[in-house]
């Protein structure tokens, strides 16, 4: 491109930085720069899938025993409300593409929600293995239900009983250390995936408020596609955890 | 479309809501096909349900499909650094197979 043209296309677009040409060439440089800080979200989250493929090779048994004590319907919540939550996120940004700041409030607010949903429903399940003694560490217990449990319970008749019977003879069978393996991972993996969550819904509340004030920053849909692509890949991660940690084995 | 210059799109509404509900779908199949014992398939079901999942979401949620091949590079590195990383997988799983080590 010519120097005259060059600043021909300065002229028109006030938002554009002196170092680029066009604000095509803009836009592309602030969308690669997002990808490149989400490869290294890739490197480190991959490093974590692969300690978990690892340990689950290496025990079997133990992670299939473990994982039974994760909640399959609130997972499934999860997953649900975190797709929906993409979904908000992505009107959101074709609402600001368009112009409309009140739909682009309305498409944040209901992405803050499901994200405030996805943590509320991670607290009680967090809750659940606390008290279950299901926390690496000094207080953890396996197998985790009292030996006899079933035989000192409701007089134990019908497939449902004895299904839970062989889980729990599966569970006694088990060597404990292993078992915790499975929760080190489970903790670790989903709590930094719960950080990233509430980094995102932070990053939302600030483009609300931006947006709620008119501020200059919101008026193009960049930063809104920006924080889209960290929250789609939050999505991303929580769609390969779900199946892993809570369906994957018998 | 020159595939080397961003263009703007504004998609329609319809295109992302059929990406959500193939993505609902999915998610159903998922936690159905956990409940059948395929054996070792379990893992590979799996996986390529939440693969595809993710692409839907790369490609029309983060708007690769309509991106530049300098964005579509960058996405694909990362999925690219995974496939090297599992290789260390062949380490493990060979163990004790290969005789003579």
């Given at each position: 491109?010519?120097?005259?043209?060059?600043?021909?296309?300065?002229?028109?677009?006030?938002?554009?930085?002196?170092?680029?040409?066009?604000?095509?060439?803009?836009?592309?440089?602030?969308?690669?720069?997002?990808?490149?800080?989400?490869?290294?979200?890739?490197?480190?989250?991959?490093?974590?899938?692969?300690?978990?493929?690892?340990?689950?090779?290496?025990?079997?048994?133990?992670?299939?025993?473990?994982?039974?004590?994760?909640?399959?319907?609130?997972?499934?919540?999860?997953?649900f409300?975190?797709l929906t939550s993409s979904y908000t996120m992505v009107l959101a940004v074709r609402s600001?593409q368009l112009?409309?700041?009140?739909a682009?409030?309305g498409f944040?607010?209901l992405t803050?929600?499901c994200?405030?949903?996805?943590?509320?429903?991670?607290?009680?399940?967090?809750?659940?293995?606390?008290?279950?003694?299901?926390?690496?560490?000094?207080?953890?217990?396996?197998?985790?239900?009292?030996?006899?449990?079933?035989?000192?319970?409701?007089?134990?008749?019908?497939?449902?009983?004895?299904?839970?019977?062989?889980?729990?003879?599966?569970?006694?069978?088990?060597?404990?250390?292993?078992?915790?393996?499975?929760?080190?991972?489970?903790?670790?993996?989903?709590?930094?995936?719960?950080?990233?969550?509430?980094?995102?819904?932070?990053?939302?509340?600030?483009?609300?408020?931006?947006?709620?004030?008119?501020?200059?920053?919101?008026?193009?849909?960049?930063?809104?596609?920006?924080?889209g692509?960290?929250?789609h890949?939050?999505d991303?991660?929580?769609?390969?955890?779900?199946?892993?940690?809570?369906?994957?084995?018998? | 479309?020159?595939?080397?210059?961003?263009?703007?799109h504004v998609l329609p509404v319809s295109l992302y809501t059929k990406v959500f509900v193939a993505l609902l779908i999915a998610l159903v199949?998922?936690?159905?096909?956990?409940?059948?014992?395929?054996?070792?398939?379990?893992?590979?079901?799996?996986?390529?349900?939440?693969?595809?999942k993710?692409?839907l979401v790369?490609l029309y949620f983060?708007n690769?499909r309509?991106?530049?091949?300098?964005?579509?590079?960058?996405?694909?590195?990362?999925?690219?650094?995974?496939?090297?990383?599992?290789?260390?997988?062949?380490?493990?799983?060979?163990?004790?197979?290969?005789?003579?080590?």
């Open positions: 491109m010519s120097v005259e043209a060059a600043h021909g296309a300065h002229g028109m677009e006030p938002h554009l930085g002196i170092q680029y040409e066009t604000i095509e060439q803009q836009n592309e440089s602030y969308i690669v720069g997002m990808w490149a800080f989400l490869v290294t979200e890739i490197m480190f989250f991959g490093a974590l899938f692969l300690g978990l493929a690892v340990y689950r090779y290496l025990y079997p048994e133990a992670f299939t025993a473990a994982h039974h004590q994760l909640s399959k319907p609130l997972g499934t919540l999860n997953t409300i975190l600001i112009g409309n700041r009140r682009l409030i944040l607010l803050i929600l994200a405030g949903g996805f943590v509320v429903v991670k607290t009680f399940e967090y809750g659940a293995k606390i008290e279950h003694h299901l926390v690496p560490g000094p207080t953890f217990r396996w197998p985790p239900h009292e030996a006899g449990a079933v035989e000192a319970g409701a007089p134990s008749e019908g497939a449902g009983a004895t299904a839970e019977a062989e889980h729990h003879a599966a569970d006694a069978a088990v060597n404990p250390g292993q078992a915790q393996m499975f929760f080190v991972f489970y903790f670790c993996m989903t709590g930094l995936h719960a950080i990233h969550v509430i980094i995102g819904a932070i990053i939302m509340i600030i483009l609300v408020i931006l947006a709620l004030r008119d501020h200059p920053a919101v008026r193009d849909y960049i930063p809104i596609e920006m924080a692509l960290y929250w890949f939050v991303i991660v929580w769609i390969f955890l779900f199946p892993l940690l809570y369906l994957i084995g018998h | 479309m020159n595939p080397n210059v961003l263009e703007h199949l998922t936690v159905l096909a956990a409940g059948f014992d395929f054996g070792p398939f379990n893992f590979l079901v799996a996986m390529i349900i939440s693969v595809s993710a692409s790369v983060m690769v309509y991106g530049t091949r300098l964005i579509w590079l960058w996405a694909g590195l990362g999925f690219l650094w995974m496939l090297l990383l599992f290789l260390t997988l062949g380490d493990y799983i060979t163990r004790g197979k290969v005789v003579g080590w």
